[in-house]
């Protein structure tokens, strides 16, 4: 982690879930730059597993594998400022920046074999509270799956950003040259149908608040997100 252990504040916790192309990672981290906190990418941690694994040859179906990975490693990530992920891959070795290789579409393509598993889920939501309670920060921002109703339920702050199927995919064919609004809609919509088997991503969990985005423009949402935030900051004083 790339701040002190502060042994008296704790932080505040901004939870954020939505669906594919939604724009919360962008957003989250823009809102989270604005308030001076950290951010916090749930994703990058299942990926630099996958590729731990891949690197000492243990089979990424294998759950009781996965779980031995995870009592030998060591991860590290940055909260503030450019994103850096660092792994060490027993006791002892010495941590290896992992940033690039982790965001592979090769790679890519084999994280949900590692995210499949309940208990390898419920390691890594461990380590993401650690990281939270020890980076002596004012604030972190979390972002992922299942933040708002699994990682932190409890988070003061907990939102869902959502938007129309037609605005998500607009947004994201204009990130993915070659690809026209149609096959990328297509896309998206068989990808929201695999994702309501397991969560609901356009229904807010009690307590959570709804952030539609389809009328919103970049800026307006992250305005959006900061506002809410600053709001419970006030509250809590």
Known sequence: ??????????PLTVAIDGPAGSGKSSVAREAAARLGFGILDTGAAYRALAWAALETGVDLD????????????RY????????????????????VDATAAIRTPELSAQVSRVSKHPAVRDRLNG?????VAASGLPGVVIEGRDIT????????????????????AARRAGELPGLGP????AELRARDAKDALVVDFFTPAPGVTLIDTTGLDFEQSVRAVTDIV???QEGAR
């Open 1 to 10: 982690m790339d701040d002190a252990v502060s042994a008296t504040a704790s």
């Open 62 to 73: 294998d759950e009781a594998g996965l779980l031995g990975l995870l009592d030998r490693w």
């Open 76 to 95: 590290d990530i940055t909260l503030r400022g450019e994103q850096r992920v660092a792994v060490a891959l027993r006791a002892g070795d010495e941590a």
């Open 127 to 131: 380590m993401f509270r650690a990281l």
């Open 149 to 168: 109703t699994v990682v932190a339920p409890d988070a003061p702050v907990r939102l869902l950003l959502t938007a129309s199927a037609e605005v998500r």
């Open 182 to 185: 149609e096959q990328v809609l």
């Open 230 to 232: 600053q709001e419970a």
